[in-house]
């Protein structure tokens, strides 16, 4: 599990009873370095590993070097299948 200093994410309220005043930082983060983790084990697999997908999808979306040959790739690795 990586560590992420405080001063960079201010305080997350509970998702499960106050998510909706999450910020896009906010779910950003859920997503990215909580939900990982929170919900291994929770969700069913089929479903954790969609949500892995998701996340491993955002984290290179997010780069600064994604080329559209990638973008390419993943649409056609990830949402062509059924």
């Known amino acids: 599990m990586e560590l992420i200093p405080a001063s960079f994410i201010r305080q997350l309220p509970d998702i499960s009873t106050l998510g909706h005043t999450y910020l896009a ?6 997503l990215l370095h909580i939900a990982p983790y929170a919900l291994d084990g929770i969700l069913p697999v089929e479903y954790y590993d969609h949500l892995m997908d998701l996340t491993a999808i955002t984290r290179r ?3 600064f070097d994604l080329t559209e040959e990638e973008v390419l790739m993943i649409f056609q690795d990830k949402c062509t299948t059924g």
Request: glycine share 12%.
């Open 25 to 30: 930082e906010g779910w950003s983060f859920w």
């Open 61 to 63: 979306a997010m780069s």
